[in-house]
């Protein structure tokens, strides 16, 4: 069964191309044939506490999850039914819309659905709704509901399990699993274990750090951790010169571009390796040369052999920000003054969300923002900055940043053009 | 002539009057006397709070020691049968904390100090919130434990449909 669910998943991820490359690949788990690749570790079920299940006292809830990796931290979640009705009815605080793509199966095998926050082809409430008609719940949880649940409001769920016909919600989940029809419908690619709702189950971390040294033997050196350095890139992008919006009458605004890179954490370690044989003689007092028949052996090389494991560290949250200088602050409340009497500022600072990011091949995450028309009031220059925090890694820990990508000037139109 | 009665014959024939006037007496009182018929009192319709008592004991008694098999079969008990929704409910949340009880071994009691109606539907539903306190078997260490409970009625009969998720219980607040 899981095997056609793979090839049927192959199909649609390399024939209909819909997954992002730049994001975490799901040709990084499967192979043409829908067959699992060889580095891919099945971790099989891994059982998590979490804390958005209904608490009760002395014991937490519990998240399971049928569970691939890669030694690169990158993984796999396939939910169970329940863990997955959870999930749906939280999904901020569950981390399903954390994955950087998603597949679901519904009604058996008749439809697939592919998603990513990337590639953006099907929106979070689509996504979700899918969920619950892969579960059986579409006649109560409509899309309206999954609508309600990522707006926030918790009550439009409980209004649904409180109606009448929803009495029998957990009979119609309980019946799906039984059949095995939806025991595993859904797929979750995150770039990184650290990022999944599982986290990196020691199995996983043992793989992902290097070996402890053998006692005795030569001693290798000790692990080095580096992180990726993060820098931002920020410009005017149209038009040529920026007019503020109060002298413009088609209100043109400015278009500006943000991008913003973290490199990949690289983690340098040395593992005592067998990296060949020599031969030796048993007896005392001679060498390979002169050794009497029989007493010629052979034995293993060790040596330190250097490696790197490589980890991408995506944000948390990403802003963007242009700021008027301060000297073009104290320009307007300053020399404007002379012309325009009572100048002021109008709105010297912009904030920006959105965008959209992911992991490459080599672990750098990369993420852009395009905005459009910006109504830039004040005139004056103004810095572009990209502004957030990340998580870290599984060898580190996260850190916020701000880092100035560029600048650009607004224009006033006056007697002559000045700035 | 002298008929002679023996002891025996006596007592004989005394019973024998006894049981003749006993017998007319009880003829009589049915022929002639009209008794007013006993009328049944009325018996209430229970309601769920027995069942959302019992079922909330249940779901949070659980023991390492009974497993989780005799759990979900306690509660399906409570819910009617393998084929009803609170079954499945149990079934399903066996998984969510049935792992946490083993890894851990734990032995956890319960006792429902006062359930208070908050909904009835009208339609053979009711929610009940059922106060009292739980209680590590293991380390004795007690917590309050309040919850919703969700009976339906089968009959005459009321059965455990299921725990109240926050959700719901914040749907039931919102509009009393």
């Known amino acids: 069964m899981r095997k056609a669910l793979f090839v049927l998943i192959l199909v649609v991820v390399l024939c209909v191309g819909l997954v992002k490359p730049a994001q975490a690949d799901w040709g990084d788990f499967f192979d043409e044939n829908g067959n699992l690749r060889p580095g891919v570790v099945d971790l099989g079920v891994q059982k998590v506490p979490v804390d958005w299940m209904p608490d009760l006292p002395f014991v937490d809830g519990t998240a399971t999850y049928h569970m691939y990796a890669l030694p690169n931290g990158e993984t796999v979640l396939m939910p169970s039914a329940t863990t997955l009705f959870f999930m749906a009815v939280n999904p901020y605080e569950s981390g399903l819309l954390d994955a950087s793509s998603r597949l679901s199966l519904m009604e058996g ?24 008609r892969g579960l059986g719940l579409e006649k109560y949880f409509t899309t309206e509901i999954a609508d309600a649940i990522l707006k926030g409001d918790k009550s439009a769920i409980g209004s649904v399990l409180a109606g009448g016909d929803a009495f029998r919600i957990f ?13 595993y419908l859904t797929f979750l690619l995150y770039g990184n274990c650290a990022n999944s709702p599982a986290g990196c189950p020691p199995e996983l971390v043992a793989l992902m750090r290097p070996t402890p040294q053998v006692p005795g033997s030569p001693s290798c050196a000790a692990p080095t951790v580096t992180r990726g350095a993060i820098s931002a890139k920020a410009a005017l992008v149209a038009p040529a010169k920026v007019l503020v919006v109060g002298q413009d009458p088609e209100k043109r605004g400015a278009d500006l571009r943000f991008e913003l890179t973290i490199g990949p954490t690289i983690v340098t370690y040395e593992e005592l ?24 052996k052979e034995r293993p090389i060790y040596e330190c052999v250097r490696h790197t494991v490589s980890y991408c560290e995506p944000p948390t949250w990403v802003m963007a920000e242009a700021t008027l200088r301060q000297s073009s602050r104290d320009w307007i409340l300053g020399d404007l003054q002379w012309y325009y009497p009572g100048a002021y500022l109008h709105k010297p600072d912009w904030s920006w969300r959105g965008g959209s990011g992911g992991c490459d091949g080599s672990n750098t995450y990369r993420w852009t923002l395009n905005v459009q028309k910006a109504q830039i009031e004040d005139p004056g220059w103004y810095d572009l900055k990209v502004r957030g925090a990340t998580a870290g890694t599984p060898v580190t820990t996260g850190r916020s940043f701000v880092e100035t990508g560029g600048a650009f000037d607004a224009w006033l139109m006056m007697t002559t053009v000045i700035r | 002539m002298e008929i002679k009665l023996s002891t025996l014959g006596k007592i004989l024939g005394v019973l024998a009057v006894i049981v003749l006037v006993l017998g007319g007496g009880w003829w009589g009182v049915r022929t002639f006397l009209t008794l007013p018929t006993p009328t049944p009192t009325p018996t209430p319709i229970p309601d769920g709070r027995e069942t959302a008592v019992a079922a909330l004991t249940a ?14 079969a306690r509660l399906c008990d409570l819910a009617g049968g393998e084929d009803t929704n609170g079954c499945a409910y149990a079934h399903l949340m066996a998984e969510v904390y049935w792992p946490n009880v083993l890894r851990d071994k734990k032995r956890l009691g319960y ?7 908050v909904r009835d539907f009208g339609d053979g539903r009711q929610v009940w919130k059922v106060s009292g306190t739980a209680k590590d078997l293991n380390t004795g260490e007690t917590k309050p434990g309040e919850f919703h409970v969700a009976v339906v009625r089968e009959g005459d009969a009321w059965r455990f449909d299921h725990v109240l998720l926050p959700q719901e219980v914040e749907a039931l607040e919102a509009n009393p």
């Open chain 2, 59 to 72: 779901f949070l008694s659980m023991d390492v020691s009974e497993g989780q098999d005799a759990w979900v």
């Open chain 1, 273 to 296: 390796e067998q990296t060949g044989t020599e031969q030796y003689c048993d007896l005392k007092g001679y060498t390979t040369r002169n050794c009497p028949k029989g007493h010629l």
């Open chain 2, 111 to 117: 006792e429902a100090q006062e359930a208070v109606l």
């Open chain 1, 171 to 183: 009979q119609i989940l309980w019946n799906a699993m039984k059949n095995d029809k939806a025991l």
């Open chain 1, 109 to 132: 095998d008749k439809l697939v659905v592919l998603g990513g926050m990337a590639g953006g082809h099907i929106t979070p409430a689509e996504f979700i709704g899918t969920i619950f």
